[in-house]
Structures are given as C-alpha cells and as structure tokens.
C-alpha cells in the first residue's frame, strides 16, 4: 500500500528548516534569539483595549497603520516599506519575487539555513561561496555572475558583522542583480544598509520585530527598498494571500514602533550583557568571532560542543548546536537577561576545569 509512485512522482518533496527548540516548559532560554524583555509598555495597553469585534472583520491587507509607522521611523516613503509575517515570510516572497534567473543566486555556506530551503523549494539555482576561517565573507567571491544576492549581516549564526562599505562594494559590483541583505540583527550591531537603497535601486533590506524589538510571537517583518521592488513584491503578496498581517499584529506593531526610546533602551542593555558575556566566554578559554548581534558563535578548545550542549540542556539551559561539518565544534549561545547569563556561567565555571 502507501502512495502511488506516480502520485508520489508529482508531489513537491521538500527538506525543511529546522526552527530550534520552544520547549513548553521554563528553562533558560539561549537558542533562538529571541530577546528576553518584554515588548513596549504600549503593547500591552493596546491589548488590553482591544475590542474583539474587530475580528469580524479582514485586516487591512495594505496594513497602512503598520506600514505608516515604518516608514516615519525609518525616513522612507510608505510605499517603500513591503510588511509581512515575520521576516521569514517577506524573505520567502523575496525569492519568489526576485530570484528567477538561471543564474544561481549566492548566499554564503555558513548562514540563515532558511535560504537554502527557499532556494530548493522553489527550484532556483543556488551557489554557497565559503567563509574563511575567520568566517568572514570574501568581497570577490560576489563577483561573479550570479542570479542574485542574499546575506544577513550581521551573519547568522557568526554574529560577524560586515561594515557598509563591504555592502557598498558588493551592490558597486552587482549592478544587474537584486542584493538582499537581511538585517535580522543589525540593531545590536552597527549602521543598517538602509542609508543605501536612495542610491542603489538594486538592494532590499530586510528587518523583523522578533529580535531587537522583543515581538517574535506577533510574527511581523519588512523589507524596505526603492517602490519599484516593493512594488514587484506586492503584487507576488496580492497573488497569493491578501490578509497576511492579522489586527493585533499591525496595531501592536505600529505601538511598538512608536517607542523609540524603549526600543533604544533594550538594545543597549542587550549589548551590554553582551559584552560581558564574551569576557566571561574568554575567561573561560572559548574563542569566538567578534559578536555583533544579540548572540555569541562560541567554541571551546578543550572540551566538544555536543558535549556542552548536551550537559546545558540536562542543566536546563537551552543553547543552539548544529552537526554539519564546519561548526560543529560551535555554540550559538543568546544573550539573555543578566540573571540567565549569571546562570548559564556559573554552570560553566563548574563544567570547565
Ligand atoms: C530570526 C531570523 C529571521 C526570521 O525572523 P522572523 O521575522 O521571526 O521570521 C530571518 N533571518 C535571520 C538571519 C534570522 O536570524
């Protein structure tokens, strides 16, 4: 029994993404990124004072109140700012959208690992140039002939930050593709690629409210570029499903935009436990590249990272590992509050000897 194989012949076979672990129950939580305070006070207020008659109704699919906020924050016209469900949802759309050469579109070996699941979901062909061992990207290996462009930068899982004269040179060499960089993490690093897209009607920036912004259970992301794009992108939306951002979703997003100071306020507290991190990280002997985001890319000379992992994990503290090839010997570890990260190091000063 089972399938037909001529059923089965014509059926999309598909290796997913591996989202990391959202164990039900509380344990220090450093796998995924997400950011251990909680939203704008605003939020809060909004939902409280929801009136749920309004789920009678479809949400605006032009998400205007969203999309309004966005761009007064960002200095963009609204029509340069494309919303969805999470950043995963306007990257998707992206690949749709944009990459549709025969050239294969470049992304690095080591980084998002969604992008290789798009790039074979949808059948675009795709070409992966390594990081050096510093994990940086070679600038020239994004000159050849390509189909496109996507990196985040800061890069996951390296939290290697690249300044926006790498950017500018990658974009100077890639006239006549689409370069998306996505800005998962730009805020707890350094200046965002947005300062670009008036100059280079070639590049897509994407963000998303599930990091610096504390929101990644509302699912809300963007991409900002020049109208053009954002038109394209658009009309690929309005092809598939109109109603993508649900009422709560925009209301408490635009809120959350509006508190400028609050979002300002958790970054720099998130880089300050950062930065303390990797000195308790190198006293304990971990090497790591210089971490740029709102986690650490940590290896130990003297002890495996499965097996590190796995002790944290029997500990109650959730890390990220992953088993291929070149990082292996890593742990993408989150930066948490100050207490989880006072607990996660005094598992550690115990564990290494
Ligand atoms: C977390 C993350 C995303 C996805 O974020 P969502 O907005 O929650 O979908 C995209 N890209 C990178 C590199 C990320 O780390």
Redesign the pocket.
Known sequence: MGIHPNVLKNIRHVTPYVPGEQPQRKVIKLN??ENPYPPAPGVRKVLEEFHTDALRLYPDPAAELLTEELARFYEVEKEQVFPG???????SLCFLTFFNSEKPILFPDI??S?YKVWAELYRIPYRCPKLDKEFRMNRADYYQENGGIIF?NP???TAVYEELEFIEDILEHNRESVVIV?E??VDFAGKSALELIERYDNLLV??????ARSM?GM???YAIGNKELIRYLNDVKYSFNSYTLNQLSLICGAEAVRDRAYFEKNIRKIIQTREKAKGELANLGFAFPDAK?NFIFATHPDYSAEELFLALKKADIYVRHWNSERIKEYLRITVGTEEEMRILFDFLKHYIK
């Open positions: 995924t990124n469900v999470g950043s995963d949802d306007v990257l980084t998002y969604f985040p890069n996951a899982p996505d998962a993490y994407v963000q998303t409210f599930s990091k990644a699912r809300i992301g985001a």
